[in-house]
């Protein structure tokens, strides 16, 4: 429910690309942002076969310096960890939150349970093509070559997902990214 609320609050503040360039009201440094991610993204559909659709063809400004935390967990001396199962997205080694006060409920939650915890702040998502994601503030936190890895990685995600296989989807956009990275 935490996910969907977030997700939703993040769909619900998404400003068009275009609009943002073409408006004299955005300030300099941000049209520039927004003229260097839309490129990105042509070159993702033109030269990667990335999928044609509207993620990354709007933006949200959302505030802080990443987007969600990610919960990771395993057994002390371990490196296995925990699996989440989820409808939809399958099993995945971590657990996602836009509210830092949950993560940190999760963390401790799994800390008591004697596991050896991690949290991450994460700086983009993809929801798998279920829905137009957007450019956010957090991804332009480095510089074109960041962003261009981050859209051509999440946009892997849309075109190649595997239910139950984290090793094999991050795998998978690892080499997009650094590929189109590479010939962007």
């Known amino acids: 429910a935490q996910s969907l609320k977030g997700h939703v609050e993040i769909m619900a503040a998404r400003k068009d690309v275009g609009k943002l360039i073409g408006d004299a009201a ?97 700086t983009a998502y993809s929801t798998l093509g279920w829905s137009s994601d957007p450019l956010l503030s957090t991804m332009f936190a480095e510089d074109k070559t960041h962003l261009a890895a981050l859209v051509f990685h999440e946009l892997a995600h849309q075109r190649v997902y595997v239910n139950d296989d984290t090793g094999f989807n991050e795998a998978f956009a690892v080499v997009v990214e650094t590929t189109g990275v590479k010939t962007w």
């Open 26 to 122: 955005t300030p300099e440094p941000v049209r520039a942002q927004m003229a260097s991610a839309r490129d990105i993204r042509q070159f993702a559909t033109d030269r990667l076969d990335l999928p044609d659709n509207a993620s990354y063809r709007s933006y949200v400004d959302i505030g802080r310096d990443y987007v969600t935390l990610a919960v990771f967990a395993a057994p002390e001396f371990s490196l296995m960890p925990r699996v989440w199962c989820f409808p939809v997205f399958g099993c995945v080694p971590y657990r996602g939150y836009f509210s830092k006060d949950s993560a940190i409920r999760t963390a401790l939650a799994l800390k008591a349970e004697g596991l050896d915890v991690h949290v991450s702040g994460i």
